[in-house]
C-alpha cells in the first residue's frame, strides 16, 4: 500500500519539468511492439526487463543508459511513437501531474524510415488525444466539486503539454543547427507546441558551447532553452550553458557547488566563482531541474544516499528548484515518488513542499500567452490550497 504522504502528494496538481519521452514509455508497451516488430529484448517479461535492464539501482552512467537502446528501437514507428506518448500522459495525469514538458530526440527516434517532423508529429498526435480525454474528464471533475462545494470552488487546473526537442552533446554542431531549425518549421507549419530546446548526452568531453550557434538560432526565435549541466561535470559546465546557450533552466545542476571540480588550486577563487554563479542563477530565477532518483543510479559511487543530495543547498540559497523525474521507466519513479522523497530525506515543510511544486508549474515553458500563464498558475495554486484545506488524503 502507499503510504499517506505520496497518496496526499499524487492528489496536488504537480509538474514534470524534466522527463525523457523514450526513458519513460510502458514495459507492457516495449514488449508488446519489441514481438511485434521482431525486436530483440534481453526478457520479454515485465519481471525479466526489470532484473536486468530498468533496475532499482545501477552501477554507473553507461548502466543507467542501457535501456535506451531498446525503447529508441522499438520506439522508430509512427504507431508506436502515438501510443506512447498518449500512454505517457496518461500515466503522468494518474500520478497527479497536470503539465509536463516530454523532451526527446526526433533523430534518435526516426530510425532509416521516418523523418523528424514524423517522429514529432506522431508524438503531438497521442499527446493531444490524450489531452482532449483527460481534460474532458477533468471537466467532469469540476462539475461533481461545484455539485459538492458550491460555484465558488477552485477548479481543478486543465492538463497542458509542451515538447522539449534535444540536441546530443555528442553530435557535430551542424546536426544541432538543423535540429532546431527543423522544429522552427514543424512549430511554424503544424502548430505544435515546440516551446523549448534541450541540450542532453555526455558532459565530460563534449562542451556546450560547441552548439552555440544551434541555441542562438533557437534563442533569436524565441524558443526557451534548457540544458543538462552539472550532472555528471562540475560548476563550469553550468557557467557554459548560462553564458553560451542562454539557458532558462538548467537540468540536475548536482556539481552546482562542487568546488573541486573547478581547475583552479586557489580554495578562495573557487569559492567565489561559486557564489558568484550561485547569485547569478538566484536574481535570474534560473530553474534547477532536480531529479533525485536518477543522480543516484547514476553516480552510485559519489552520491550513495538521498541525503546527500545538493538540494538542501540549493534551497538554503533560495534557487529556484523544480523536482523532476528524468525517466519514469529508467528510474522506476513518478514526480510524487521523487517529492515524497524529498519531503521525507530533508524534512520538508508544507510550505517548502508547496513551493517546490509550484517552481515546476511556474517555470514552466507553457504553450499560450503570459497572461494566459499566469491564470494557469492562479488555478493550480488554489486548487492545491483548496485541497490541503478541504480533502483529505484519499479524498
Known amino acids: 500500500m502507499e ?21 519513460s514509455i510502458r514495459l507492457a508497451t516495449l514488449i508488446e511492439f519489441a514481438k511485434l516488430r521482431k525486436i530483440h529484448l534481453p526478457s520479454y ?33 509512427l504507431e508506436v511513437l502515438e501510443r506512447c506518448a498518449y500512454e505517457f500522459a496518461w500515466d503522468c495525469f494518474h500520478d497527479g501531474v497536470i503539465y509536463v514538458e516530454p523532451r526527446y530526440s526526433p533523430d534518435l527516434l526516426k530510425g532509416p524510415n521516418l523523418k523528424a517532423h514524423e517522429v514529432i508529429i506522431a508524438i503531438d498526435k497521442g499527446l493531444k488525444r490524450a489531452q482532449k480525454e483527460i481534460n474532458l474528464l477533468i471537466n467532469q471533475k469540476n462539475q461533481s466539486l461545484v455539485e459538492k462545494f458550491g460555484s465558488s470552488v477552485p477548479h481543478h487546473p486543465e492538463f497542458v503539454y509542451a515538447h522539449i526537442i534535444c540536441c546530443m552533446r555528442m553530435w557535430d554542431p551542424r546536426d ?20 523549448g530546446i534541450d541540450l542532453a548526452g555526455p558532459e565530460d568531453g563534449f562542451p556546450a558551447v560547441d552548439h552555440q550557434e544551434a541555441f542562438l538560432r533557437a534563442h533569436q526565435n524565441f524558443l526557451y532553452k534548457t540544458v543538462h ?8 559546465s553550468i557557467f557554459q550553458a548560462l553564458t553560451y546557450l542562454h539557458a532558462d533552466r538548467i537540468g540536475h545542476g548536482f556539481h552546482l557547488f562542487s568546488k573541486h571540480l573547478l581547475y583552479t588550486k586557489d580554495p578562495s577563487s573557487a569559492e567565489l566563482y ?22 543516484l543510479q547514476t553516480m552510485p559511487n559519489l552520491y550513495n544516499d538521498p541525503s546527500r543530495h545538493t538540494l538542501p543547498l540549493m534551497l538554503e540559497h533560495g534557487l529556484s528548484t ?5 525517466n519514469t ?10 517529492l515524497a522523497l524529498a ?36 488555478i493550480c495554486s488554489k486548487y492545491y490550497d483548496f485541497l490541503v484545506q478541504h480533502l483529505s488524503p484519499q479524498a
Open 274 to 295: 561559486i557564489k558568484n554563479l550561485v547569485q547569478y542563477i538566484a536574481e535570474r530565477r534560473i530553474t534547477l531541474e532536480v531529479c533525485l532518483t536518477s543522480n
Open 229 to 236: 549541466a552539472g550532472e555528471a561535470y562540475g560548476p563550469a
Open 176 to 195: 544541432s543547427v538543423e535540429t532546431v531549425n527543423s522544429a522552427l518549421l514543424t512549430k511554424e507549419k503544424h502548430g505544435i507546441p515546440i516551446m
Open 343 to 378: 519531503v521525507k530525506t530533508f524534512k520538508l515543510s508544507n510550505k517548502q513542499l508547496k513551493k517546490l511544486i509550484m517552481y515546476g508549474i511556474k517555470r514552466g515553458f507553457f504553450p499560450g500567452s503570459y497572461l494566459e500563464k499566469k491564470q494557469y498558475i492562479d
Open 322 to 326: 523544480a523536482i523532476c523525474t528524468d
Open 3 to 23: 503510504d499517506l504522504l505520496l497518496t496526499q502528494i499524487k492528489n496536488y496538481p504537480k509538474a514534470d519539468l524534466h522527463v525523457h519521452l523514450d526513458g
Open 329 to 338: 521507466l529508467v528510474s522506476n519513479t513518478t514526480v510524487s515518488k521523487e
Open 45 to 77: 517479461s515485465e519481471d525479466g526487463l526489470r532484473d536486468l535492464v530498468f533496475k532499482d539501482s545501477y552501477k554507473d552512467l553507461p548502466d543507467y543508459l542501457q535501456g535506451f537502446q531498446y525503447t529508441c528501437a522499438v520506439m522508430q514507428d
